[in-house]
């Protein structure tokens, strides 16, 4: 199995506060992903990383930061939190040689009050 | 731009019977193409994948072919088991070097005893 690690794996807070979540990789993948995952839309692409410092949009970005100082972290900022942000986040990953397939995280299950 | 069609579910089938989950894709050249299973409360894993025309990919009896020529990429299974409901996705990595895949919404299986 790919070593990625997300945390934390539960959280529950209210609106207008700031959240973080956190995604580590073991495996030197150079592709970092963020999705959420809701009833009825599947998974969408937040935001994606192809480098440290190297960030761009995915198709429902509004209200979400990312960072990627370091090639095995990519964290996911909530700035103020909203109930519509409530849902499942998962990490990806993916390299750059082969088929491109990724790598999925356990997600993290986040709750707005 | 690219899109991956799943048949809806859920899916119910009895223990041994035989399952098609039906996937088509739209995307320009030879795309790869992927089938991911989501247990509960789990990330998404890769089930398996094909790169080109006619190539069949298989894993845990599970197998899917490559149909350029009516753009599908179906998964079949001859045998089902209790431990094979999950939610199936079909995915696409576009050919020329993007790194941003496309998913189908995904499909529910339910197998019953």
Redesign the interface.
């Known amino acids: 199995d790919a070593g990625?690690t997300q945390s934390p794996r539960h959280k529950v807070t209210e609106t207008g506060t700031p959240v973080t979540l956190r995604c580590h990789q073991t495996e030197n993948h150079r592709?970092m992903y963020w999705y959420r995952q809701d009833p009825g839309?599947?998974?969408r692409?937040i935001h994606?990383s192809?480098g440290v410092k190297d960030t761009d949009k995915?198709e429902v970005s509004d209200g979400y930061s990312v960072s990627r100082s370091k090639t095995e972290d990519f964290l996911l900022t909530l700035e103020s939190a909203t109930s519509s942000q409530t849902s499942v986040y998962?990490c990806?990953i993916?390299d750059?040689q082969g088929?491109?397939?990724?790598?999925?995280?356990?997600?993290t299950r986040l709750t707005v009050t | 731009g690219d899109s991956v069609t799943q048949m809806e579910g859920p899916v119910t089938l009895s223990e041994e019977a035989f399952l098609t989950i039906n996937c088509t894709y739209t995307a320009t050249g030879y795309p790869s193409l992927f089938w991911y299973v989501q247990y509960p409360g789990e990330g998404l894993q890769l089930l398996l994948k094909a790169t080109k025309a006619d190539d069949k990919g298989s894993n845990k009896g599970f197998e899917a072919t490559y149909r350029k020529e009516t753009t599908s990429f179906h998964l079949e299974k001859g045998s089902v088991q209790v431990s094979d409901s999950a939610v199936y996705f079909c995915a696409l990595s576009p050919a020329g070097g993007s790194y941003i895949p496309t998913f189908g919404r995904g499909t529910s299986l339910i197998v019953h005893p």
């Open positions: 990625i592709y839309h599947g998974l692409l994606y192809y995915g998962f990806a993916s750059t088929s491109y397939e990724q790598y999925f995280g356990p997600g």
